[in-house]
């Protein structure tokens, strides 16, 4: 499967972004999804992750309640709501998807990843 992210750019603390992922691929409905993040200097992290039929979620603590994880079978696209952004989310974001149907909060566990999009909260 290939996978495209869009929807970065530059936003002042508070504000919101949508980062949105393409997939391509005939099993995108089978596969976990997940949303990682990179900041200069550090290690690839994970942020979000959704099950293959979006009832399951799971977030790092520092987005909870800011960030929404969703996908839409049918268009084999999935999405990051991002509200109330910080400084400290300022990185490259990446989606990625592994076949089993679950997330993983591991990124060793995912075989097929998308270029990152960059996402910077100015202060």
């Known amino acids: 499967v290939q996978l495209q992210a869009s929807g970065g750019g530059l936003v002042q603390a508070g504000g919101s972004l949508r980062l949105s992922c393409a997939a391509s691929?005939?099993?995108?409905?089978?596969?976990?999804l997940g949303w990682f993040r990179q900041a200069p200097g550090k290690e690839r992290e994970f942020v979000a992750g959704?099950?293959?039929?979006?009832?399951?979620?799971h977030y790092t603590d520092s987005v909870k309640g800011r960030f929404t994880i969703s996908r839409v079978n049918s268009e084999n696209t999935f999405y990051l709501q991002m509200n109330d952004l910080k400084p400290e989310d300022t990185a490259n974001y990446y989606c990625?998807?592994?076949?089993?149907?679950?997330?993983?909060?591991?990124?060793?566990?995912?075989?097929?990843w998308g270029k990152g999009t960059q996402v910077t909260v100015s202060s």
């Open positions: 990625a998807a592994r076949e089993g149907r679950y997330y993983s909060t591991k990124v060793g566990e995912y075989p097929y």
């Open positions: 691929g005939r099993r995108f409905s089978a596969y976990g």
């Open positions: 959704v099950s293959w039929r979006g009832d399951m979620t």
